[in-house]
């Protein structure tokens, strides 16, 4: 299961508000829908954050085995 929580540490540290996701870097609020709620997003998605954080994949999202 992919999850996105680092996401979130991620825009903490950078000073980043989901508002200025959304309003200065035009990200939509249904990606940000999609991204609290650990759905799919597309790699355009994915990429264009890495982008705009200046980050690595793992600092956007971490894979957990989902327990069986």
């Given at each position: ?7 979130w ?6 000073s980043?508000s ?8 035009e990200?939509s609020?249904?990606q ?7 759905q799919h ?23 957990c085995?989902?327990?069986e």
């Open positions: 299961m992919i999850t996105y929580s680092p996401l540490n991620t825009l903490k540290a950078r980043i989901q508002y200025k996701l959304v309003h200065h870097y990200i609020s249904g940000l829908y999609r991204l609290r709620t650990n997003i597309s790699t355009y998605t994915l990429n264009r954050l890495c982008e705009l954080l200046d980050c690595p994949v793992q600092d956007v999202l971490q894979y085995k989902s327990p």
